[in-house]
């Protein structure tokens, strides 16, 4: 199945939904330990990794259904759910035993895949080599690859007067904290600097699909709690808005951190092409004998025809969402990667230098956006923004398109959540998002047109609600 045929899947009412395949067999092969785990300093046999198993009881999270006053306690049977994108984290280490995963491993003389350190990293919960005699790497993406080495908190994080400030200082990763939650992600969902963990386009030219990453929308198909008031109380509440909205710059940060890093920039003699977006000049990715024009004028990306742009799919998106909830820094931003493209278009050094001012700018709106608590109108007003003049016209390419989509749906059921939208008239809208996102189904069948004419009616009919 390629990432398009994802994109057409869908879950719960939320189309493209089947995207989050893309959370595990697209994610980057990669070892180590994740490089943005948040808690305390650990204490002496806190950065244990317990295992799976460790969490089973039926009186913790192994029932069958859900029964809990505090927590769910079925967390385990969602979590191995063979029938939804919920269950892809406990699938991951399956998908090291396909063929496409051993004709990768075969063609970059890795071995064996389900021993392969560049497939674990990511396809297995990335440890520290500490781990208990529970612990089993085929248990694939476990409890403790996103909540952390259970090994300080496990037999405490349940007891009577127990407080989440405790279990994070005890290890426990506070994903609830949204710049948190997207670190941790983009570590397999992107890549990191950390030996072997970065999908480079040699592993995707042997077979890897492309990855994609959008944290409100990935984070909707794992949920495995409800966000009653106990979970308010002791978390707060999620605000969906601001969790897609610190996802892209996260995003936009890692991105550009990692191009400016002198040994994944480069690849021998060439360019590192997985920061590049293939898409905006090959239409489909082919020898073409005709030599015909598939490429459009982008007004963000002011370089030379022919050149092979940086991928700024989150750029467009967190440039959308800063223009409405941090003006100033929105205007830095914009010049700050308007600059950037102009580097692109000069030498390795000029564009290094321009991208870590880039990175520090999108580093900066993450602080911001993580701070902030939008008003009832902010959803509305982004959405308006991503439909606006300065952003519509560079939905010329795949990649971004395929975020504006899922950046509208997001927003769309933020909308409902917050109760300014209904569900029926949400359910009107659907059409055109469905539309929207049958023309980016498959990279090679992009359909730049009616994307554009899909996402335009569905905005109008968001914005008629405000």
């Known amino acids: 199945m390629n990432s398009g045929d994802r994109i057409g899947a869908r879950r719960a009412g939320r189309p493209a939904a ?18 943005s785990r948040a808690g305390a300093a650990p204490s ?133 904290r949204a710049s948190v939650r997207a670190g941790l992600c983009l570590d397999c969902h992107y890549g990191s600097k950390r030996p072997g963990q970065f999908v480079t386009h040699r592993i995707m030219a042997a077979g ?15 949920q495995h709690h409800n966000e009653d008031s106990d979970y308010a109380a002791r ?109 692109m278009a000069g030498s390795r050094s000029l564009s290094v230098a321009a991208a870590v001012r880039l990175a520090s700018t999108a580093s900066a709106l993450a602080s911001a956006l993580s701070a902030q608590t939008g008003t009832s109108d902010t959803a509305f007003a982004i959405v308006d923004s991503i439909a606006g003049p300065s952003s519509a016209p560079r939905f010329t390419d795949y990649e971004g398109s395929v975020q504006a989509v899922m950046a509208i749906d997001s927003l769309l059921n933020a909308l409902v959540k917050q109760g300014r939208v209904t569900i029926g008239a949400a359910a009107g809208i659907r059409a055109d998002i469905n539309r929207a996102y049958a023309a980016v189904r498959e990279p090679n069948g992009y359909r730049p047109p009616e994307f554009r004419t899909a996402l335009a009616s569905a905005v109008r009919s968001i914005r008629s609600l405000r």
């Not at 890897?208 to 794992?222: A, C, G, I, K, Y």
């Open 208 to 222: 890897h699909p492309r990855v994609n990453f959008e944290l409100d929308l990935f984070s909707t198909l794992q």
């Open 18 to 35: 089947a995207l989050f395949v893309l959370f595990l067999s697209m994610c980057a092969l990669s070892i180590g330990v994740a490089g």
């Open 235 to 343: 978390k707060g509440r999620t605000d969906n808005v601001r969790l897609w909205a610190v996802g892209q710059a996260m995003a936009v940060n890692r991105a550009l951190t990692l191009y400016a890093d002198p040994g994944l920039g480069t690849e021998g003699a060439f360019p590192e092409f997985y920061f590049l977006d293939c898409h905006s000049c090959h239409r489909r990715i082919f020898d073409q004998e005709d030599r015909v024009k598939t490429w459009e004028t982008n007004p963000g990306r002011p370089i030379p025809a022919g050149m092979p742009p940086f991928n700024d799919e989150n750029m467009i998106l967190l440039s959308a969402a800063a223009r409405v909830t941090s003006p100033a820094l929105a205007t830095r931003f914009d010049k700050d990667a308007r600059a950037f493209h102009l580097a």
């Open 44 to 176: 002496e046999g806190s950065s244990r990794f317990e295992g799976v198993a460790s969490c089973a009881g039926s009186t913790c999270h192994g029932r069958m259904e859900a029964d809990g006053a505090v927590v769910r306690q079925d967390e385990l049977m969602r979590w191995q759910d063979p029938a939804s994108q919920a269950g892809a984290h406990s699938r991951a280490f399956s998908v090291l035993l396909g063929q496409r995963a051993r004709q990768i491993t075969a063609t970059l003389g890795m071995g064996d895949p389900t021993s392969a350190p560049a497939c674990l990293g990511c396809h297995a919960t990335p440890t520290n080599g500490a781990t208990g005699a529970r612990f089993l790497t085929k248990d694939g993406v476990g409890c403790e690859a996103c909540h952390g080495p259970a090994g300080g908190w496990i037999a405490s994080h349940y007891a009577v007067g127990a407080s989440h400030s405790d279990n994070v200082a005890r290890g426990m990763i506070p994903l609830e």
